[in-house]
């Protein structure tokens, strides 16, 4: 069963980056999707960005020209390098690998934005 797991989440102030990084444990296909998700406190999830098999993208309006997804299929691995982080950002990130009716989750990683 594949596993997903977050790193690189933190505390960083205002117009600071980060990069997220997501790792599966098992097997996973070129033509899965990988997308970065995020809730902060009393809101909903919202999809932040996914990639899928052709390299194709779509990011969140909010993060558009900040935020860029990329994915190492070798490694089974997605990535979000996030730039001039604002603290409307805070929240957790979560990884999510889907196609059809396969989905994993990873258990979330702590982003926060603040001076």
């Known amino acids: 069963q594949v596993q997903l797991v977050e790193s690189g989440g933190g505390l960083v102030q205002p117009g600071g980056s980060l990069r997220l990084s997501c790792a599966a444990s098992g097997s996973i296909f070129s033509h899965f999707v990988m997308g970065w998700y995020r809730q902060a406190p009393g809101k909903e999830r919202v999809l932040v960005a996914r990639?899928?098999?052709?390299?194709?993208?779509e990011y969140l309006d909010s993060v558009k020209g900040r935020f860029t997804i990329s994915r190492d299929n070798g490694r089974n691995m997605v990535f979000l390098q996030m730039n001039s982080l604002k603290p409307e950002d805070t929240a957790v990130y979560r990884c999510?690998?889907?196609?059809?009716?396969?989905?994993?989750w990873g258990q979330g990683t702590q982003v926060t934005v603040s001076s």
């Open positions: 990639i899928f098999r052709s390299g194709g993208t």
């Open positions: 999510r690998f889907y196609w059809g009716s396969t989905d994993y």
